[in-house]
């Protein structure tokens, strides 16, 4: 390959500078500016700040409501992908038997992928409206459905909410999956093997494995971070702080308590459990993986 | 063996797998294969060759049931098959690809089949064992496909195929991966193993070399339509036409367009008698390029265009009128290009087709 040399030592520097100015400006400074937070007590009134140490951290531990947010996450995390997945997988696998109208059933499911998580809540909130929402009337002739006092109400309106969206994106990947498999190791194992569902559980799934850990991980990061417009819209938090997200706590107390101390703590412990997370599933799943 | 019916229902004497007036029409209304029947004997070793495209595979396919039958019936060892599921067919097949599971062992990847059919654990660790050790790939048990070499893989998808002791083993042009040197050695091989096990064997290929050395019969397929069939030697000596003329034979047949009175064929101002009294208009006269008989006092003089060293042979190209021919012959010869040449056709070794429909006169 020819190298294009140019004369200037700083041309380079001014074409690379918008991106690096956003890099700077969206992601190392409120970097920085959390790990100063986290370490230091502000007064409520923006007058002042002083090094508190550790202090923000004892804090948040001993405060019980940022476990509940804690535990929340994990279930909601968990529920989510594990509809998302599933539903997807589902999906996915149907889509790709079809024969007509294929590429209709794909733009209809890939769809909702496209909308915000805000709109999404939005749209949720119709559906588990008092007056007029569909599904919470639904649950409401079958078991006296009220996310304003049930935990477990509640938990039931945030997942559908969140799900929904997120199926898509299971849906997407798992078909570009199901499409990467070789065609004739599937006929291969139509010779070797009778029944579909075994052929699915013994060729197929194994095969999709890659895309399968891909999206474990997609599914946790979203349900840790995209969920936040979904949460805002929908519970906010209810009934009490039930239906908190890590991230949803963070910044309630962080920008309408206006605790930045504890919001950057909260900030820095969500880091470290991604990392713990990631780590863990690189680890322990990624081994037993087959890649082609 | 002849395939005889007494009414539409009663059959007398039926060969191990018939094919009758199978039809494909794919769903596009492409026409892949056209009213074949075909009888295979059993144990027989049966290539399927022609151009790509030609509906060979297909027919392969069907036979294995990854493909729809849109007409006809398949019967195997007195059974029709047609909608019987694939995997009850009893048949094996070996994809170009190899077509592997990578995420299993050589050793699940040969075991799968018959864990699926119910059969003891340690039936299969027997059967998997002796097999690998006849296709001397018992070392590689453990290995995933990935870790293997091409001629591995290859192997062990024999191996997937003949541990299943089906009662027909199907080939998918599984040789067009590997190698040229590789390929013939493990071609030899599977005419070895299938002499060895005797079982019926279906092998698609579009290479005429493949075809020739390892069938037992030839079927030689073009447009989805049996040209056909005969022996390696049969088909070589006696093309039924002109299709098969040129598509048997390395190199290549020659064809000479030509018109026929009175039993002389006259090619540009050469004329050959052919010593009968046939009259035809449009005529290809085909004769084989090593079938030319160079002799100094041959009838005919030709100018060497261009000429070929192969070693022990040479190929000479030359022109006939606007009609280019080759003709083989010993390099011992010593003759350069630029060089003339005489030679004779024998009408004892020539070829004669019909233009109009490339049929054998």
Same mark, same amino acid.
């Given at each position: 390959m020819k190298k294009v040399q140019f004369k200037s030592n700083y041309s380079q520097y001014f074409f690379l500078a918008p991106q690096l100015l956003i890099l700077l400006i969206f992601l190392y400074w409120p970097i920085i500016q959390t790990f100063k937070d986290a370490f230091t007590m502000q007064d409520a009134f923006g007058f002042g700040s002083q090094f508190a140490g550790f202090d923000n951290f004892l804090f948040i531990f001993s405060d019980p409501s940022y476990f509940t947010a804690f535990k929340f996450t994990i279930i909601y995390s968990f529920v989510i992908t594990l509809i998302t997945g599933s539903i997807g997988l589902l999906l996915a696998v149907q889509a790709n038997k079809v024969m007509h109208g294929k590429s209709a059933y794909k733009t209809l499911l890939i769809w909702p992928y496209a909308i915000a998580p805000a709109v999404v809540g939005v749209m949720a909130n119709y559906f588990f409206s008092e007056r007029y929402g569909l599904l919470h009337h639904l649950f409401n002739n079958l078991w006296g459905f009220n996310w304003y006092e049930n935990v477990f109400d509640a938990y039931i309106y945030v997942i559908i909410a969140g799900s929904w969206k997120q199926i898509s994106a299971n849906f997407i990947f798992f078909l570009a999956g199901l499409q990467a498999i070789q065609k004739t190791v599937i006929e291969a194992s139509i010779i070797d093997c009778k029944s579909n569902i075994r052929r699915f559980w013994t060729i197929t799934f194994p095969l999709l494995m890659p895309t399968t850990f891909f999206l474990i991980i997609i599914n946790i990061t979203y349900a840790f971070f995209d969920t936040f417009g979904i949460i805002d819209t929908t519970t906010i938090g209810a009934p009490g702080s039930e239906t908190k997200t890590l991230v949803y706590k963070a910044y309630i107390d962080g920008f309408k308590g206006l605790d930045l101390g504890s919001a950057g703590a909260q900030s820095i412990m969500m880091m470290i459990i991604v990392l713990v997370i990631t780590i863990f599933q690189f680890r322990y799943i990624e081994g037993k993986i087959h890649y082609n | 063996m002849v395939y005889q019916r007494i009414n539409s229902n009663r059959k007398i004497k039926m /060969? &191990? !797998?018939? !094919?009758?007036?199978?039809?494909?029409?794919?769903?596009?209304?492409?026409? $892949?294969? *056209?009213?074949? /029947?075909?009888?295979?004997?059993?144990?027989? &070793?049966?290539v399927f060759v022609g151009p790509s495209g030609c509906g060979k595979s297909t027919l392969l396919r069907m036979i294995a049931g990854l493909e729809d039958i849109t007409n006809g019936e398949i019967s195997l060892d007195g059974n029709v098959i047609n909608n019987i599921d694939p995997s009850e067919r009893d048949v094996a097949m070996v994809f170009q690809n190899y077509a592997l599971y990578p995420h299993m062992s050589v050793f699940n990847n040969m075991a799968y089949g018959l864990k699926n059919r119910g059969i003891s654990k340690e039936e299969i660790n027997n059967k998997v064992n002796d097999v690998a050790k006849l296709l001397e790939i018992d070392q590689l048990l453990t290995r995933k496909p990935s870790m293997l070499s091409g001629g591995q893989r290859q192997r062990v998808a024999m191996g997937r195929a003949?541990?299943?002791?089906?009662? =027909?083993?199907?080939?998918?042009?599984? !040789?067009?991966?590997?190698? $040229?040197?590789?390929? *013939?050695?493990?071609? !030899?091989?599977?005419?070895?193993?299938?002499?060895?096990?005797?079982? +019926?064997?279906?092998?698609?290929?579009?290479?005429?070399?493949?075809?020739? +050395?390892? @069938?037992? #019969?030839i079927v030689v397929i073009n447009n989805g339509v049996v040209e056909q069939v005969g022996t390696p030697k049969e088909i070589y000596s006696k093309p039924?036409?002109?299709?098969?003329?040129?598509? =048997?034979?390395?190199?290549?047949? *020659?064809?000479?367009?030509?018109? =026929?009175? *009175? @039993?002389? $064929?006259? =090619?540009?101002?050469? #004329?050959?008698?052919l010593n009968n009294s046939t009259n035809i208009d449009d005529a290809s006269l085909g004769i084989r390029p090593d079938d030319i008989l160079i002799s100094d006092n041959g009838q005919h003089t030709c100018v060497a265009n261009l000429v070929e060293y192969l070693g022990s042979d040479m190929i000479i190209y030359s022109k006939i009128g606007d009609q280019e021919f080759s003709c083989k012959l010993s390099s011992k010869i010593n003759l350069n290009a630029g060089d003339t040449f005489k030679f004779d056709i024998s009408s004892t070794l020539v070829h004669l087709f019909d233009n109009t429909n490339g049929s054998r006169v």
């Open positions: - | /060969s &191990f !797998l018939e !094919l009758q007036n199978i039809t494909k029409i794919y769903p596009n209304g492409t026409k $892949a294969v *056209n009213e074949t /029947s075909l009888n295979i004997e059993n144990g027989e &070793f049966v003949i541990v299943r002791n089906p009662k =027909i083993f199907l080939f998918d042009e599984p !040789l067009s991966n590997l190698d $040229a040197k590789l390929r *013939n050695q493990m071609r !030899l091989e599977i005419k070895r193993l299938q002499r060895q096990m005797g079982v +019926t064997s279906i092998f698609v290929t579009h290479d005429q070399t493949e075809a020739m +050395t390892l @069938g037992d #019969r039924n036409t002109k299709f098969v003329a040129e598509f =048997i034979g390395s190199p290549q047949m *020659n064809l000479f367009n030509c018109i =026929i009175e *009175n @039993g002389i $064929a006259h =090619i540009a101002d050469m #004329r050959i008698n």
